[in-house]
């Protein structure tokens, strides 16, 4: 399986490997640079490839490729998840993962790693299992460790490694019961020209934080379940209860976890809640292009559009921006071409608008294709497909939890073709 | 004190060692080979640094051990050199200090390939450890010595990987699953041994165990595959409940399996004629009905076992799993079936960019064969300018394969837009796109090829360059007057520069030069001048046109023509001096040419046949999908190849596991054939129940009718022979059958607590009856000791306590009564509000404690079909615990619970019949108290 992982950052450098059978050189990681000076940007890099030995495959995150080491076959998927599983626990422990984290704390990373993988096949990878063996660092631990001497390693096998439920750690004990839910929905949209919907899609999760001491046992009922049309769960939820009842049962992680992800189905119109007005034109023979955009709310169903930032990949040609925004700030890189601007909310009744005029290269020719515009929002308050959660219950445990619900709606890969 | 005499002594010997090493540098570091750039690179200073590590590592404070140990790890991380450390390093490996001692395992594992001679002192701590009471110890301690790639030490290997296989804690054997394959992989003449490790292992009923021990299988004998048959089932049955990667590994181990195994679901009627034989003699009543049976495939039931216990883990929220599911079905079920995957696939292109990437991949491959599978969902195949450039290939292809004559005016509006992108390599693509959709669909060749030919005054080289390959594949395959296109691109040949281009243009010249009689000549002459600045491509077709119009139109061309050959005599290439060659001898006759000669016209101008355009994932289905094969579209070193579907399922009875019958009279196994004595009525009742579960079953899987059925008969098979006295009289059907729902129990509604009451019946389940239902006045109770660990408290025992209300009114408030002796401890779990006569409660789990949802009485109208169900037999389920005097951990891991301590439980269990309402409670009071005894033998 897994042979070895190499982290390389943006520059270049291999600033941490690990093997879990015998050791492989670094010079592997050439052929890796290689496919990266072929490719024009960062993403481009190829996942998987090919080497006369060994195969990588890999993953870019916050600017980190993790490239894993394969010797002989295994599905590709496998590794690139488990590699994705990597970074969100080193997230989960340092709260951001980057190179300057990973460093700070190489010998917990290491740990970590040693834990996660036994001779390349993931042994655990459950937060609150390897948070029970390798206490993630926080400075007062450091401080008491380093007075006391005790240490962030556990010695016992943590409980989730042999219960049915190994999600859940025993003995959990809270002085405030609460439970919080989150539902998030994305608009993945494709609008065109003339602004009529391409392609519109509605895809949700609901993230929990839940606090609860003991053994609960939660159900979530849907007032509209016949909404979802796709459904993932977190390993802790019951499926055939699901399908017979459409209700989500289940002994919930301590902390916080993705209980659900979801997809709606595709017959339900998909509310677009912002429209843009655009008018982006280069005229054949002069070194001027004339860029003007506005945007207002379409269907919010009353609620405010937030926290709404504007970005749009330029031309080459373009060389500068002279633009007047009625509101937010705007920002434009001459190198990356990258058109950045950063509205805010939306007053309805003094729409935001960006305008004035663009440099072009002199003697270059006119781009044939305008930018596409990508529009980020956010909805306090709402999911978009009106999924509306019914009650949660618990049971099992005696107290009354805290319980909490919260709604919201984001713009996914949202789109304006211009 | 002994220990400290002995750590004296190794000490000793390490500075021995030590000593001897430096007594000769170069020679006795083997690992300097491996970096030996930074060996020699490391400056001065940190050869002091190593130095002050050394010294640290000496000293007695356990915190400057492990600050020292903890900059070792950084040097190892960031791959320099630490070996030289290994002897001051290596002494602290019995460390007290959990945190210092698991950094010399990182050390040691590292290095001790390299300083085999050191490595060696280590090994008496492990093997210590391997004794060690604390499971986890013992599991680390075999982790790292299985990991020490030390040859010496095999044998050592050997005895602690068989004696962690036999261990009693799951993790320690799921450890010595792994040391399997690093022994195998240091040492492969142990492979004979390590299979019977594996084989053994192979029966482990942890579903922790279960992950490990296939991958070990797959690395160490992926051909013994015989080796599966009696864990077949088992494995179908644990895979809901195994960790995620494990599920990875079962399922595509399982597809392997099943393709050896059964017959193919995709043919029509394969028992079609041996049945037609017996229709022949038959009459004609007879035949008919021979007729629609013989042609209806009948699946193996261990085949849709399969299928039916992977299909909610389409639901997993892992990517791979899901793949490797969408895999199985796309390999294993029956072709309307497959379908059932796209949705979930679809699915997953919502995650990650590198996982899009290679799910992609496997829909373009699939929708080759089924363009109806994702035709729904084509519109999440569009490309976002965001995407990357591998993500928008790939999507352009499916779309390509995706287009029929109904959805390729959207298609191509859609690749207007992409054609004008600004990443040229994607608008190239797309161009190759339209031409494939051109050749495919006849609607809209003539539109395609039009909105190509605007393409040609496009101002990007790239996009002129590919249009005008394409429009020569496309005219090629309509070879209709199309002069004007041809003129068009003549006269853009001056502008364009790509060699592919200006090649493709020189052979539509030559292949139709009677169609542009007037301009051919032209162009030969333009070439005729820039011949030496041409690219090899360019020259050969120069060549190949000069030679085309010789024959056609040799009195403009002839000096022309001789012109171009004598600069190709003296070309710098090979090839073009060999084509000119040829092509001299061809077309101007002299004696020595002979015969050829004449056929110089058919042959070079004889009608070509069109190209395909074919996609690039056309033969990839060659691979198994989801495989790093698949996705490097060659074949990776371990790949197995899926073989092709029997003609005739090999023996179907291989399959069958033993059943080990209990001995007492009084065992009413669910789901289980009953032993010979067990009275007519609890017989009636199981295979009440079990016909129940089997409609269930066949309800809740979609379209797997034949196996509802199938198990029916099956059922009265086993009614027939449910007087043999003895297990050998079993029919395979029976227990195919008895398998059947216990596949429909694991996929229950309480799926995981389910699995884990069910687990049991893998071997015999003792129930005890408490109350007869006679003497209950309708309500019966049994109990029995399910054989897994009590989740709550590690002391404690489970206890499941059965209820079925035969009677017509309402139980309430089943709860836990008073606690006598006070020595007892019992988990009490909340009160089970009420438990309805007329409403039907399939079953209550209070699985060891998870308390259970209290709404005992689920809703009326759930989705359970009531008509199959005898309104009688309603079943409640409730487990207690209880403490054990005993250490209970020894009792649940392999062997059957088997509680020695007599430990009795008082439970009282208020039943209280009730007229209709829920007011009446208080004043209708006329249940009874029963007192529950239970006490283990």
């Not at chain 1, 994705?84 to 970590?112: P, S, W």
């Not at chain 1, 004035?356 to 270059?364: F, I, R």
């Not at chain 2, 210590?128 to 044998?155: M, T, Y």
């Not at chain 2, 408490?770 to 408290?793: E, V």
Request: glycine share 4%.
């Amino acid at each position: 399986m897994i042979h070895s992982l190499f982290l390389i950052n943006a520059s270049g450098d291999i600033f941490l490997e690990k093997h879990w059978k015998s050791v492989v050189s670094r010079s592997v990681c050439d052929y890796f640079f290689e496919a990266q000076e072929r490719a024009s940007e960062p993403e481009n890099v190829p996942p998987v490839i090919p080497t006369p030995h060994h195969y990588l495959i890999s993953v870019l995150r916050h600017r980190i490729y993790f490239v894993a080491v394969i010797q002989s076959e295994v599905p590709p998927l496998f590794v690139i998840e488990f590699l994705h599983r990597v970074v969100d626990t080193f997230q989960d422990y340092f709260g951001v993962c980057t190179e300057a984290a990973i460093k700070d704390n190489v010998v917990v990373v290491y740990e970590l790693l040693e834990e996660m993988l036994d001779n390349g096949f993931p042994l655990a990878t459950e937060s609150n299992i390897l948070k029970e063996l390798i206490k993630p660092p926080t400075i007062l631990r450091t401080m008491v460790n380093t007075i006391t001497g005790s240490t962030n390693v556990g010695e016992q096998l943590p409980t989730g490694q042999l219960s049915v439920v190994p999600w859940r750690r025993t003995g959990v004990k809270y002085t405030n019961n609460e439970a919080y839910f989150d539902v998030v929905e994305e608009i993945d949209a494709i609008i065109d020209k003339s602004g009529s919907t391409i392609t519109a899609e509605i895809q949700g999760v609901i993230d929990a934080c839940v606090k609860l001491t003991g053994m609960p046992d939660l159900t979530l009922s849907f007032m509209n379940p016949r909404l979802l049309d796709d459904v993932s769960f977190h390993p802790c939820v019951r499926f055939k209860r699901w399908e017979a009842e459409r209700i989500l049962s289940f002994i919930p992680p301590d902390g916080n976890f993705r209980l659900l992800s979801y997809h709606v189905s595709s017959q339900n119109l998909v509310a677009i809640p912002v429209y843009v007005k655009h008018n982006i034109t280069f005229r054949e023979g002069s070194s001027q292009g004339r860029f003007d955009l506005t945007l207002g709310p379409k269907q919010t169903m009353g609620k405010a559009v937030e926290a709404v930032l504007v970005s749009s990949q330029l031309p080459r040609g373009v060389l500068n921006a002279n633009l007047n925004a009625s509101q937010g700030t705007y920002t434009f890189d001459p190198v990356t071409k990258m058109l950045t601007w950063d509205v805010g909310k939306i007053n309805p009744q003094k729409l935001p608008s960006l305008k004035g005029s663009m440099n072009l290269q002199a003697g270059a020719s006119k781009p044939d294709e305008n930018p596409t515009i990508n529009i980020q929002l956010k909805i306090q308050q709402m999911a978009i497909s009106g999924l509306k959660v019914n009650r949660l219950d618990m049971y099992g445990e005696k107290y009354k939890p805290f319980k909490g619900i919260k709604y919201m709606t984001k713009a996914g890969k949202f789109q304006v073709r211009t | 004190m002994q220990q400290q005499r002995f750590f004296a002594l190794r000490l000793s010997r390490c500075v021995l060692a030590l000593a001897d090493q430096s007594a000769r540098p170069a020679a006795a570091d083997p690992g300097g080979g491996t970096f030996p750039l930074f060996h020699r690179a490391s400056p001065p200073s940190s050869v002091l640094r190593n130095e002050d590590l050394k010294e640290m590592l000496e000293s007695n404070k356990e915190s400057l051990k492990l600050e020292a140990m903890k900059r070792v790890v950084g040097l190892i991380a960031k791959g320099k050199n630490a070996s030289e450390l290994f002897p001051a390093v290596v002494k602290n490996v019995a460390s007290k200090n959990i945190e210092l001692k698991k950094l010399v395992y990182v050390y040691l594992v590292r290095y001790a390939e390299e300083q085999q001679d050191l490595a060696l002192l280590s090994i008496s701590t492990f093997q210590r450890a391997l004794k060690e009471p604390n499971q986890f110890i013992r599991a680390s301690a075999l982790r790292v010595l299985s990991s020490i790639r030390v040859p010496i030490i095999v044998p050592i290997m050997m005895l602690a990987i068989k004696e962690a296989a036999a261990d009693m804690s799951p993790y320690v054997r799921k450890t010595s699953a792994h040391a399997i394959q690093k022994l195998y992989s240091l040492d492969p003449d142990q492979k004979e041994q390590l299979i019977e490790v594996i084989e053994k292992l192979l029966k482990d009923k942890s579903t922790l165990v279960a992950g490990s021990v296939v991958v070990a299988f797959e690395e160490v004998c992926p051909d013994r595959i015989d080796l599966i048959h009696k864990n077949y089932r088992k494995l179908c049955n644990l895979l809901v409940d195994v960790e995620e990667w494990g599920q990875v590994v079962i399922i595509s181990m399982l597809t392997r399996y099943a393709r050896t195994q059964f017959t193919s679901p995709w043919k029509e009627g394969a028992s079609f004629e041996e049945n037609n034989e017996k229709a022949f003699y038959a009459s004609d009543s007879e035949e008919k009905s021979e007729r629609t049976e013989a042609e209806a495939y009948v699946m193996d039931p261990d085949h849709r076992l399969l299928l039916r216990n992977t299909k909610p883990l389409l639901q997993s929220r892992n990517t791979a799993v899901v793949m490797s599911v969408a895999q199985l079905y796309w390999h294993l079920a029956p072709r309307h079936e497959v379908n059932l995957v796209t949705k979930s696939l679809v699915r997953l292109l919502r995650s990650h960019r590198e996982v899009q990437y290679i799910v992609l991949q496997n829909i373009a491959t699939m929708s080759i064969q089924r363009k109806g599978m994702f035709e729904p969902y084509m519109k999440s195949f569009y490309v976002r300018s965001t995407d990357a450039t591998h993500i928008k290939t790939l999507k352009l292809e499916i779309l390509t394969n995706l287009a029929n004559e109904a959805n390729i005016s959207t298609i191509l509006r859609e690749f207007q837009t992409y054609v004008k992108s600004q990443d040229k390599a994607f608008a190239a693509a797309t161009i190759q796109a339209i031409g494939r959709c051109a050749t495919n669909i006849s609607e809209v060749t003539d539109t395609c090829l039009n909105g190509l030919v605007l393409l040609l005054s496009n101002r990007d080289e790239t996009v002129v360059a590919e249009s005008v390959v394409v429009i020569k594949k496309l005219l090629q395959t309509q070879p209709t007057q199309h002069s004007e296109i041809i003129k068009h691109m003549a006269k853009l040949f001056d502008n364009i520069t790509v060699s592919m281009a200006r090649a493709s243009i020189l052979w539509l010249m030559g292949e139709y030069c009677d169609r542009v009689p007037k301009i051919a000549p032209d162009v030969l002459r333009k070439m005729a001048k820039s011949f030496t600045a041409e690219e090899d491509i360019v020259k050969l077709q120069t060549v190949n046109l000069a030679a085309k119009l010789y024959l056609t139109n040799s009195k403009q061309t002839k000096l022309l023509t001789q012109y171009i050959l004598n600069l190709g005599k003296y070309d710098q290439s090979y090839d073009i001096r060999d084509r000119t060659r040829f092509i001299r001898q061809l077309i101007v006759p002299n004696e020595k040419s002979g015969a050829l000669n004449k056929y110089a016209r058919r042959i070079l101008l004889a009608p070509k046949p069109a190209p395909v355009l074919e996609s690039a994932f056309k033969d990839r289905d060659r691979y198994q999908l989801g495989t790093l094969s698949h996705s490097l579209n060659s074949k990776a070193s371990g790949y197995q190849e899926l073989s092709d579907w029997p003609a005739v399922a090999p023996d179907q009875s291989v399959r069958n596991v033993e059943v080990v019958e209990p001995v007492r009279a009084r065992s009413s196994q669910r789901f289980s054939l009953s032993g010979p004595a067990s009275s007519s009525e609890s017989e009636e009742q199981s295979s009440e129940e079990s016909d129940k579960t089997s409609s269930d079953s066949g309800k809740s899987s979609s379209g797997s009718e034949e196996t509802s059925s199938g198990s029916d008969s099956q059922q009265k098979k086993k009614k027939k022979t449910k007087k043999a006295p003895q297990k050998k009289s079993k029919t395979a059907a029976a227990s195919r059958c008895y398998l059947f729902l216990r596949g429909k129990m694991v996929a229950d509604v309480y799926s995981r607590a389910s699995f884990q009451v069910t687990a049991p019946s893998f071997g015999p389940v003792k129930t005890y009856e408490l109350l007869h239902h006679m003497t209950g006045k309708g309500l019966s109770a049994k109990y029995h000791f399910p054989r897994q660990p009590c989740l709550h408290q590690p002391g404690m025992v489970a206890v499941q306590v059965t209820l079925s209300n035969g009677s017509d009114r309402s139980l309430e408030e089943i709860h836990v009564g008073d606690r006598s002796p006070a020595s007892l401890n019992i988990h009490c779990f909340n009160t089970i509000g009420e438990y309805e006569a007329s409403s039907w409660c399939e079953r209550l789990y209070l699985n060891k404690l998870l308390p259970l949802p209290e709404q005992a009485p689920p809703l009326p109208d759930k989705p359970l079909s009531l008509n199959n169900i005898d309104q009688a037999k309603k079943t409640c389920t409730i487990s207690i615990s209880l403490p054990l005097v005993h250490d209970c951990c020894t009792l649940y891991n392999t062997r059957p619970l088997n509680p020695r301590a007599h430990a009795q439980t008082h439970t009282h269990t208020h039943t209280q019949t009730q007229t209709q309402t829920h007011t009446d409670r208080d004043t209708d009071r006329r249940g009874s108290t029963l007192k529950l005894s239970i006490a283990g033998d």
